[in-house]
């Protein structure tokens, strides 16, 4: 029986309210909510058995040994390894993919050998073998994924017959996805090519039964914050005949048998990839996290977020007007911990940030799966992702409040619940502004015989301007605003198009620094009137929206640069423009 009351109440963090309403916490996929146990575990070693491991003689420091080589022991057992000596603890799932791609990569693959990975990983699973292809020659390449997100398994062992694929790089459970590929079958066909498996276990190890040994994988990679455990702490999972197969990552303290002058032996694994002082307090923390997990019954977790997921994608399909769903339903092809939509018209900044002032917290951007995000035609997605401690109820507070979302966004009604006219004094002019500037955009009209062309992007969540300028005679005669993006972004370029226009380059640039200095929290010349471009001010408030804000007038500032005004650049700059 899953007694969701009961787990609620060992996560202390439910019990606050954002912007007074119950906090509906929905980004498990970037990080859960840890439960009473883990933040008392943490607290108790550190307050009775805080001290350095392995090395000392005295009882804190055995205590401390017990407790990191007992963690070890235990998540081990939990992950179906076949020993504690197959986990080598790590900071997190891209640490342990680096490990990986150096330990073993650096020693065994060259030019022309093959890493595979899949166009929905996630960057920590494409970068390092990007690296290792800059250091070694070889060669990545990616299996394409079906419209609904699937695997494409023919073209994976095709791959795999061409006798390149010295490694395969892929996650058990896509975080944006949620689908679910399978590894045995992957590992099997890996195997009879000659190639290793490594697997992604990020977001598959808080919500599925893992069985290492069973599964066929040669590696594992996974983070402890997502299964409810502290951030800082993950593990790797190696095979134990690879071990001897493998270089160490870091050298230093820990990894080490004996040192000289002349040179060192190396410790057995898996202390052998441990450079220096560990995170014992991490560990402890992990373990706390796994026991709950085992307590709640791991196969108990899958049902709950399989049963979360199948009921938020119908209400988000049957409630949400024009919403699209990607990734599998649930069920043996998809997990149902996560639920990722684009809303066509509204951004997902926009929704992310629509849902917060309702209590509700959620994913926006590209989940860094930017070519995932490519392929499926998106710049931008918003994401739900579960955990144990939800429940139907969070997932009708987040398909109501985005109806409300959508309908402020692309109707907004004076008086209407939801808008700007329920918020406080400052928040209604501040989104009444920005509302009237996004659905009507200045300096949208055609501009012939532009002098000045200039694109700025924000990678962050995929805004993007285009800038088209007249320049006579020392002056901004004419401007064309364009692009797409959030509403802090459209009606940003809205007011400074209305702004810039007819000044003289002198006033532009002016104006241009006078911006940048809003956002810093310096203070502006008394002589100038920043007029409605006032209200962003209260963007300081949102600093990941800062990038949005500045966006146009960012590359404003690149293009007259180009065309040699003379406007200074300043450093950290939000846009990738090019002439």
């Not at 003689?57 to 992950?79: C, K, N, Q």
């Not at 073993?104 to 494409?126: A, I, K, T």
């Not at 190696?238 to 000289?260: A, N, Q």
């Amino acid at each position: 029986m899953w007694n969701l009351e009961a787990i609620r109440r060992e996560f202390p963090i439910l019990g606050r309210t954002v912007a007074g309403r119950r906090l509906v916490y929905l980004d498990n996929a970037a990080t859960s909510q840890k439960p009473r146990v883990v933040l008392e575990a943490i607290r108790n070693h550190f307050e009775r058995s805080n001290a350095n491991v392995h090395r000392g003689v005295h009882r804190l420091s055995e205590e401390s040994t017990e407790a990191y080589e007992g963690a070890r022991r235990v998540i081990a057992r939990f992950l179906g390894a076949q020993g504690p000596d197959e986990l080598v603890f790590v900071r997190n799932a891209t640490e342990a993919v680096n490990l990986v791609a150096h330990a073993y990569g650096d020693r065994h693959l060259g030019p022309g050998d093959e890493v595979l990975v899949s166009e929905m990983e996630h960057h920590s699973n494409l970068v390092p073998w990007h690296l290792l292809a800059r250091r070694t020659g070889a060669r990545v390449r990616a299996v394409p994924i079906s419209d609904e997100g699937i695997l494409d398994l023919g073209a994976l062992r095709e791959a795999l017959g061409e006798g390149r694929v010295r490694l395969v790089a892929l996650t058990a459970v896509s975080n944006v996805l949620g689908t679910r590929n399978p590894i045995p079958e992957v590992a099997r066909w890996a195997h009879e090519a000659g190639a290793l498996l490594l697997v992604d276990g990020a977001q598959a190890v808080p919500h599925l039964p893992i069985r290492f040994q069973e599964s066929g994988a040669d590696f594992l990679a996974f983070s402890g914050h997502k299964a409810l455990g502290p951030m800082g702490i993950g593990g790797l999972l190696v095979r134990r005949d690879l071990h001897d197969r493998m270089d160490p990552f870091l050298g230093g303290g820990e990894m080490i048998r004996e040192v000289t002058l002349e040179g060192a032996t190396f410790a057995d694994p898996p202390h052998r990839f441990e450079a220096g002082t560990p995170d014992v307090a991490g560990a402890v923390g992990l373990r706390a996290a796994v026991e709950f997990l085992e307590t709640l019954g791991i196969e108990a977790v899958a049902d709950h977020a399989m049963r979360l997921g199948t009921y938020a994608r119908r209400r988000l399909q049957e409630e949400v007007p024009g919403i699209r769903l990607l990734g599998p339903v649930p069920g043996p092809a998809a997990t149902g911990s996560v639920v990722t939509f684009d809303l066509p018209g509204v951004h997902p900044h926009d929704i992310a940030q629509g849902l917060d002032r309702r209590g509700i917290a959620v994913r926006a951007g590209h989940h860094c799966c930017q070519p995932l995000h490519r392929r499926l035609g998106l710049v931008a997605t918003t994401r739900a992702s579960f955990h144990v401690f939800n429940g139907e109820d969070d997932v009708d507070a987040l398909v109501e409040a985005l109806v409300e979302v959508r309908r402020e966004m692309t109707a907004p009604a004076a008086g209407a619940p939801g808008t700007a006219r329920d918020a406080e004094p400052a928040d209604a002019l501040f989104r009444e502004v920005v509302m009237d500037h996004y659905l009507h955009p200045a300096g949208r009209e055609p501009l012939e015989q532009a002098t000045v062309e200039w694109e700025g992007r924000n990678p962050l969540c995929g805004d993007h301007v285009h800038l088209r300028m007249r320049l006579e005679d020392g002056r901004i005669a004419g401007l064309q605003v364009d692009g797409e993006g959030c509403s802090i972004s459209v009606a940003s370029g809205s007011m400074m198009a209305e702004h810039l226009r007819g000044r003289t380059l002198e006033e532009a640039r002016r104006l241009l620094s006078a911006v940048r200095a809003m956002f810093r929290g310096e203070p502006l010349p008394g002589d100038l009137d920043l007029g409605d471009v006032k209200v962003l001010e209260k963007v300081r408030d949102l600093p990941v929206r800062v990038k949005c804000a500045l966006l146009a007038w960012t590359t404003a500032e690149e293009g007259l640069d180009h065309a040699g005004a003379e406007v200074p650049r300043t450093a950290g700059e939000v846009s990738d423009g090019h002439a």
